[in-house]
């Protein structure tokens, strides 16, 4: 046998004869040209190559999702109010009580008293029922997200998880009547009260301004993810992981302002302002998911996914209140009281006698809550293997 070079070397120089014979140029059964073996491997490396990758599965998946779920807040929690004001004796002889809000606490009863004392009728309603619980609560919303997963073997992987939940914390109903409440009653319980006593031009306003809904959520976690099949199409899997939330936004407050103004006797003015303000929090933190799902896989590169995750983490929530009410400093200096017991003073400088409106500003936590906060969310999503 010769060397393969050898025959090339022939076949060129027996070119004019094959010509001779009629052989056209192309059908030459050998071509000693290097762009022959491209021509043919080319063709064979592009049936080749999607053989395989149709059989690679890929260790990497990243998923975009979307979702929703309900969410289940505790309700359980402390509740306090500040101590009632220090007593001191009127300009004519009676007792009264230094306070700082009308609104709630010892205020309102100190209001209610010395109306049912002068024999008015209409009766503050205090914001007491609504510091009996959370300020307001979260509510469900829809999520989106996305997940980057690994596989460590056939029946094991790890995965990180980010999602952007649009549930917002929401006051409920209840606790808007009973703000409304509040405000609403303000009116005809002073404007009663003024109507009783020696004086004139008199004027009373409450308003409200709520802000009853603000806030979202951050979840980052991190799973084992447990496949229950390691073939097929269709693959379930349960995980166990550990997450952490973050509060985004701000959060849900309410204001009240009352303001009642007239002359006693027509000879001095008197102008008192009465401002409270309510403020939610909710401290979340690392808590612990559970829950499962199905793949599908459409192709080797690609499929789908069906995803339920239970949240389970502590819960810290609370009402904060701020008070800020005052007096204005008139002229002509002057003071009044009434005689019931118990009194209200009214004084348009404080160097005449105390006004019972005259406690000092005041900030507390009016609800103290902790509990199990549980937040499910089902999500459907498209996975991208590679």
């Not at 006797?265 to 302002?273: A, K, M, N």
């Not at 909710?282 to 199905?294: L, M």
């Amino acid at each position: 046998m010769q060397p393969l070079g050898v025959d090339v070397v022939r076949c060129c120089e027996n070119r004019p004869a094959l010509e001779r014979d009629g052989m056209a140029r192309d059908s030459r059964p050998w071509v000693a040209s290097p762009w022959l073996g491209a021509a043919v491997m080319v063709p064979a490396l592009v049936m080749v190559v999607p053989v395989h990758a149709q059989q690679a599965t890929g260790k990497w998946e990243i998923e975009f999702h979307g979702g929703n779920g309900p969410v289940s807040s505790p309700t359980d929690g402390t509740t306090s109010l500040p101590a009632a004001g220090p007593p001191f004796t009127t300009v004519v002889g009676t007792t009264s009580r230094r306070t700082s809000p009308w609104y709630f606490g010892d205020g309102a009863v100190l209001l209610n008293q010395v109306n049912a004392a002068l024999g008015v009728t209409p009766r503050i309603t205090p914001l007491d029922p609504v510091f009996a619980r959370s300020l307001a609560d979260r509510r469900r919303g829809a999520s989106f997200g996305f997940r980057v997963s690994r596989a460590i073997s056939r029946r094991f992987s790890a995965e990180f998880t980010f999602d952007y939940a649009l549930g917002q914390l929401t006051m409920s109903p209840q606790t808007l009547a009973g703000i409304e409440a509040a405000r609403a009653s303000f009116v005809p319980a002073w404007t009663a009260l003024i109507a009783s006593g020696p004086f004139v031009v008199s004027s009373v306003t409450s308003v409200s301004t709520i802000h009853d809904r603000d806030g979202r959520q951050a979840f980052t976690t991190g799973a084992l993810n447990i496949n229950l099949t390691t073939s097929g199409k269709v693959i379930p899997y349960v995980r166990a992981r550990v997450g952490f939330i973050a509060n985004t936004g701000g959060a849900p407050s309410a204001s009240l302002e009352g303001n009642y103004r007239f002359q006693s006797l027509g000879l001095f003015p008197v102008r008192e302002t009465d401002s409270v303000t309510l403020r939610t929090s909710i401290d979340n933190g690392v808590g612990g998911v559970v829950g499962g799902g199905v793949k599908f896989l459409v192709s080797p590169r690609w499929g789908i996914r069906f995803d339920i995750r239970g949240f389970l983490n502590q819960v810290s929530t609370g009402t904060f209140v701020d008070t800020n009410s005052r007096g204005s400093t008139l002229s002509p200096a002057g003071v009044a009281a009434s005689i019931s017991t118990p009194s209200l003073q009214f004084s348009n400088n404080s160097a005449l006698g105390f006004s019972s409106l005259s406690g000092s500003p005041i900030i507390f936590q009016s609800f103290n809550g902790r509990g199990l906060q549980s937040q499910t969310n089902v999500t459907a999503g498209v996975i991208l293997r590679f």
